[in-house]
T-cell receptor, first 116, second 113 residues
Framework: DTEVTQTPKHLVMGMTNKKSLKCEQHMGHRAMYWYKQKAKKPPELMFVYSYEKLSINESVPSRFSPECPNSSLLNLHLHALQPEDSALYLC???????????????FGNGTRLTVT | GNSVTQMEGPVTLSEEAFLTINCTYTATGYPSLFWYVQYPGEGLQLLLKATKADDKGSNKGFEATYRKETTSFHLEKGSVQVSDSAVYFCALSDKAAGNKLTFGGGTRVLVKP
């Protein structure tokens, strides 16, 4: 069982809908990540939060809006998405790199998003 | 910048065969190296890691050795099982780059009974 829990597992939404993806971890990690993975491709980094503050935004369109309400939770708010945004969205967590020199990422099982 | 190159798949094997997946990297700093595995319908799981030259990471019968001189981190398993069918990703993280993971393209492995 993964220690990073993502909900929902599957989501179908129209281009005018607003929805949110949720991620939770209880490993004491203070860095949390959102990745997007298209079929047969490696994950692509979207956002990184460090100590609940956004530290990296990989030039992601504003229709994706991340939120980190506390050290255990990470949300991704979705609005006015396009069909090409359909993908597997993965959440991950780790220790902050300055706390340790080696901190592997722990991934959730992802939310499979389909935009119609 | 950092990059990871791994052999393209799919790799199709019979059960109990020997598996090797090549991985080479370029990095500006002194990276940590990882192999992640993704089973169908799941997220990525850390399979093994190595943080310095000549370190050997091992888990579930898989091994990989950090070779600084050849900038490689090849994954091996001596006897694969059907349950090893998955996509394997080689990755590196560089503290200078804020622990961002750089992934290889992934290698799909299919083990037939």
């Amino acid at each position: 069982d993964t220690e990073v829990t993502q909900t929902p597992k599957h989501l179908v939404m129209g281009m005018t809908n607003k929805k949110s993806l949720k991620c939770e971890q209880h490993m004491g990690h203070r860095a949390m990540y959102w990745y997007k993975q298209k079929a047969k491709k490696p994950p692509e980094l979207m956002f990184v939060y460090s100590y609940e503050k956004l530290s990296i935004n990989e030039s992601v369109p504003s229709r994706f809006s991340p939120e980190c309400p506390n050290s255990s939770l990470l949300n991704l708010h979705l609005h006015a998405l396009q069909p090409e945004d359909s993908a597997l969205y993965l959440c991950a967590s780790s220790h902050v790199v300055r706390d340790t020199t080696n901190s592997p990422l722990h991934f959730g099982n992802g939310t499979r998003l389909t935009v119609t | 910048g950092n990059s990871v190159t791994q052999m393209e798949g799919p790799v199709t094997l019979s059960e109990e065969a020997f598996l090797t997946i090549n991985c080479t990297y370029t990095a500006t700093g002194y990276p940590s190296l990882f192999w992640y595995v993704q089973y169908p319908g799941e997220g990525l799981q850390l399979l093994l890691k190595a943080t310095k030259a000549d370190d050997k990471g091992s888990n579930k019968g898989f091994e990989a050795t950090y070779r600084k001189e050849t900038t490689s981190f090849h994954l091996e398993k001596g006897s694969v099982q059907v349950s090893d069918s998955a996509v394997y990703f080689c990755a590196l993280s560089d503290k200078a780059a804020g622990n961002k993971l750089t992934f290889g393209g992934g290698t799909r492995v299919l083990v037939k009974p």
